[in-house]
Nanobody, 126 residues
Framework: FQLQASGGGLVQPGGSLRLSCAVSGLSLDYHAIGWFRQAPGKEREGVACQSSGGGSTDYADSVKGRFTISRDYAKNTVYLQMNSLKSEDTAVYYC????????????????????WGQGTQVTVSS
């Protein structure tokens, strides 16, 4: 199995980025996908999660209304659309997967996920 995160980069405050998480060896039909981030000197924190069924999502309070998680089953890829970016969004972003029922989108903690991809750096700076 593999989770491959991409799409990070340098963006100005107020800008947008879309991260992608390409999943292989795991079926999105049976796995919830979460996005986490880790800023320098800080613990890894959950950002967003989408249920395996795709109809349920959960977001950290800090990103609600700005970030949107979605998935393309045909491409086995999960996306994180990030709008109105702030300097405090600067971090390495990771995608992770865990087997769950179709309606469970609880973001949870790092320990709740079984499979992880490598990170992609997002830097928000003018």
């Amino acid at each position: 199995f593999q989770l491959q995160a991409s799409g990070g980069g340098l963006v100005q405050p107020g800008g947008s980025l879309r991260l992608s998480c390409a999943v292989s060896g795991l079926s999105l039909d049976y796995h919830a996908i979460g996005w986490f981030r880790q800023a320098p000197g800080k613990e890894r924190e959950g950002v967003a999660c989408q249920s395996s069924g795709g109809g349920s999502t959960d977001y950290a309070d800090s990103v609600k209304g700005r970030f949107t998680i979605s998935r393309d089953y045909a491409k086995n890829t999960v996306y994180l659309q990030m709008n109105s970016l702030k300097s405090e969004d600067t971090a390495v972003y990771y995608c992770a997967a865990t087997a769950r029922g179709p309606y469970d989108s609880k973001l949870g903690r790092e320990i709740d996920y079984d499979y992880w991809g490598q990170g992609t750096q997002v830097t928000v700076s003018s």
